[in-house]
């Protein structure tokens, strides 16, 4: 007997209207229905070990061999009632296990729901500028809270007293354990938060403060991820909102190569340093700079980051109904960035760089790390700006990254001491912090900081640099053409 | 990997001090209405204990203590206590009134709002949920939000709702900040001798299988069946296994679970793309979450061995994700 399809419902409950008593009365329904059909595989295997076929085994042992085949063969056979509990029962469990996960996702998306609410609907605070540059007094009143530190802070108490705000952010470099203790204290939040207020009171007061539980269940888990379970079809589309195309020359410096990255990501700048509104790109929008001559030619594929990516919609879409869980997985924009480049023509083993902001980067490290993509292309450098990229655990040898991160951008917050010593991945990290956080993470900061890396004589950076001239990526007198592609989301 | 550290490349900046301190409610929720922020949870319950005259005297020393311990065996009903146990942390906030009058001149109580100005005013919320299943003597959840502003990131955390940690420092404190947060204590389970079983390292598990063995019937021998039609497991040397044991993984998962965390990532300013990062903490161990699938397209849950402060690891990339493309521009 061939078993019956599972009623898959896995997928997000945005798109999927069942009910879930509907789908459990599904459930019980087969499980009732297997109950049944087991018992009755029980009863008639009761009947395989009466004494009559007992007896009729002794007197005519063909004839029990037979009928103890036909009865068991009906029951616990492959096709036996037996075997059809399971599958039932089976189907009942498969049926309740989607139900979680489909609670599961209903519960997330209120979460999310929630959470949007209360960032789009609240009050802004009164800002104190400022007030968060405590001078020396302010840290050894922070001290005073914390035996840890304060030990520490004991023993400068005359120096720190009397700090500027530059020599207290010596000392604090100077001094990483002082930032650790503050941070961390001694252990974790349950170490130091666990009140004894009654077991009794806690749910009660949590569910006053509109703080839902959340349950410690596999199957919870199981819908946390299904929401990431999205449409990853994607479209490439030749060409670009702007009304001319956008052409690069072969970059000079670093400088040069960040900046054509910011002008695929924002557009190109007219002679005033502004951008026309006919020159901005659209969402998805990748640049594929050739520089060269057949068969000597080269190619930099300029990757912004590409969180507009299909959820704009138009105004009558509910955008609650847009809303896109992201898992950090990108594989939509990694494959259309792939059938961009087999449009453009590069052909087979051609020498490439791939430079990325954002998720932009972080993809870029991404393609270079999948055997398949490398099959495809020499991939020989990757430059990123303001990319998480330790995700990324093995790259292969013979591709160079060279990974620029601003201390101040929350975007790259891996922490490069947790990466493997390995000498093809060069992280820069440099002090460009604005005060603003969206513009820390932004690539005209990113190019001043790559413009510190032009005129610096760190000999690793002077090496990731002179191996991006000896590649012809840096400096190239070559020709150029550009070409721009739009990569979007489909079938959502 | 060498790690190359320029100087500085723009304009001079601030600095951030960091700091933790702990906080009852009340204080909280007082704090937040004076510097005009808009907490991640409803106030109305200490709303409406701080609009009150009529607050008792203060208990103190033993007295307290033992009304404390009587209030959750009380007769009365759990909201009254609550609202008892708010009255009493309001009380005590206003007979501290004087004091809270002088500190609004010392830099840490300046420090304490501008955190939480700052807090009030993030461009990027992580918001962080943990379940707990530790034990009788711990506590069920961990509820945090940690924000992000100008240079200062700083969070909020609260185990039962009566105290609240606010933390606040440079966004490259970051990691160790949400470190802080899900580390956990080691758990206390008896170790079975039987178990022979060498630690999880990583995991990989259809969707189906892993939520099937948690629902209420607990039908472990119908698992293997359901593994059966949802092939895909595989354990941390990436080699695949059969029915039967993708079945029995994921009961171990079930049976040892410790924690989960469901942290989100949203920016103040779309409301249509959120991030978020899953993981299972299996006894003593976290493990980060991820989808995938087969060739046939079987849904995976694949888990990966980590640290709490891979937290920041994991996040990077969402954070990545949830960014607009047109942040930084002028």
């Not at chain 1, 009164?126 to 520490?152: F, K, M």
């Not at chain 1, 994607?234 to 072969?250: L, N």
């Not at chain 1, 900046?259 to 640049?287: C, F, H, Y």
């Not at chain 2, 939000?145 to 404190?173: F, I, K, R, Y």
Request: aromatic share 4%.
């Amino acid at each position: 007997m061939s078993e019956p399809p599972i009623v898959s419902v896995t997928g997000g409950a945005g798109g999927i209207e069942a009910r879930y008593e509907d789908l459990e009365t599904l459930a019980r329904l087969f499980d009732d229905t297997g109950d049944g059909l087991r018992s009755a595989a029980w009863d008639d295997k009761a009947i395989a070990a009466n004494g009559d076929l007992l007896e009729s085994a002794v007197l005519s042992p063909g004839s029990f061999a037979d009928a103890e085949g036909a009865v068991l063969g009906a029951t616990v056979g492959p096709d036996g009632l037996a075997v059809s509990a399971v599958g039932f029962e089976v189907d009942a469990l498969g049926i309740r296990a989607n139900v979680g996960i489909l609670r599961g996702v209903d519960d997330l998306q209120r979460r999310l729901f929630e959470g949007l609410d209360y960032l789009a609907g609240r009050a802004l605070g009164t800002i104190l500028p400022g007030l968060l540059l405590v001078g020396g007094a302010g840290l050894l009143t922070l001290a005073a809270s914390n035996p840890a530190l304060a030990a520490l802070v004991a023993a400068h108490r005359d120096e720190l007293a009397g700090m500027g705000k530059e020599e207290l952010i010596a000392f604090l470099e100077d001094h990483p354990e002082v930032v650790q203790h503050l941070i961390n204290g001694s252990g974790g939040l349950l170490d130091g938060l666990l009140s004894n207020v009654p077991p009794g009171l806690r749910g009660p007061l949590l569910a006053g403060l509109g703080l839902d539980p959340l349950h410690p269940t596999l199957n919870g888990a199981a819908g946390d991820l299904a929401g990431l379970f999205g449409d990853t079809g994607y479209e490439v589309t030749p060409g670009g909102a702007a009304d001319a195309q956008r052409e690069f020359g072969a970059p000079t410096s670093l400088a040069d190569l960040i900046r054509s990255l910011d002008a695929t990501n924002g557009g190109m700048p007219d002679a005033t340093g502004e951008v026309p509104a006919e020159s901005r790109p659209g969402d998805g929008e990748i640049d594929i700079i050739t520089i060269g001559e057949p068969p000597d030619v080269r190619y930099i594929v300029n990757l912004p980051g590409t969180d507009d990516f299909g959820v704009t919609g138009d105004a009558v879409r509910d955008s609650r109904a847009n809303l896109e869980l992201i898992g950090g997985q990108g594989t939509a924009y990694a494959a259309g960035i792939r059938a961009a480049m087999e449009q453009a023509g590069i052909p087979p083993g051609a020498p490439v760089a791939l430079v990325g902001h954002s998720q932009g980067g972080m993809t870029a490290a991404y393609l270079a790390s999948d055997p398949g993509f490398r099959d495809a292309y020499d991939v020989r450098h990757v430059v990123t700006a303001g990319a998480p990229t330790a995700q990324i655990p093995d790259l292969p040898d013979d591709v160079q990254v060279l990974s620029l991160e601003n201390t101040g951008d929350v975007v790259p917050l891996t922490d490069g001491e947790d990466n493997p010593d390995e000498p093809n991945r060069t992280t820069v990290r440099f002090d460009g912090a604005t005060g603003d956080i969206a513009r820390n993470h932004g690539l005209d900061v990113y190019t001043e900081g790559a413009a510190a890396v032009d005129a610096s004589t760190d000999p690793s950076l002077t090496e990731s640099l002179d191996q991006l001239r000896e590649d012809g990526f840096l400096g190239n007198p070559g020709p150029t053409s550009t070409s721009t592609y739009t990569i979007s989301r489909s079938g959502g | 990997m060498p790690v190359v550290t320029l100087g500085r490349v723009g304009p001079p900046r601030d600095v951030v001090v960091p700091g933790r301190e702990r906080l009852e409610l009340v204080e909280v929720v007082r704090l937040a209405r004076e510097v005009g922020v808009v907490l991640p949870w409803r106030t109305d319950l200490v709303d409406a204990v701080l609009d009150r005259p009529d607050l008792r005297a203060v208990r103190t020393g033993e007295a307290r203590r033992a009304w404390f311990a009587r209030l959750g065996e009380d007769a009365r009903p759990p909201e009254d206590a609550v609202a008892a146990l708010l009255e009493e942390q309001a009380r005590r906030v206003e007979e501290r009134a004087e004091e809270r009058a002088r500190d609004d001149a010392d830099a840490g109580a300046q420090a304490r709002r501008a955190a939480l100005s700052a807090f009030g005013a993030a461009e990027v919320l992580i918001e962080l949920d943990v379940a707990l299943a530790l034990g009788p003597t711990h506590p069920d959840r961990i509820r945090a939000w940690v924000g992000a502003h100008g240079e200062a990131a700083v969070s909020l955390a609260t185990l039962t709702g009566v105290d609240v940690e606010l933390a606040w420092g440079a966004v490259g404190a970051l990691p160790e900040m949400l470190a802080h947060l899900v580390r956990l204590p080691a758990t206390t389970r008896d170790a079975d001798p039987e178990d022979d079983r060498a630690p999880l390292g990583a995991f990989t598990l259809p969707v189906e299988l892993m939520a099937a063995a948690d629902t209420g019937e607990r039908r472990d021998d119908l698992l293997p069946a359901l593994a059966a039609r949802f092939p895909g497991g595989s354990t941390r040397d990436g080699a695949p296994v059969d029915a039967a044991g993708a079945a029995a993984l994921a009961v171990r998962l079930r049976d040892g679970l410790t924690a989960r965390l469901r942290a989100v990532v949203r920016r103040r300013d779309d409301s249509e793309r959120a991030g978020l990062v899953v993981w299972l903490r299996v006894e003593d161990r976290w493990f980060s979450l991820t989808p995938g699938r087969t060739a046939t397209g079987v849904a995976l849950a694949q888990g990966r061995a980590v640290d709490p402060r891979d937290l920041a690891r994991d996040l990077g990339p969402v954070l990545a994700g949830v960014w607009g493309r047109d942040a930084g521009a002028p």
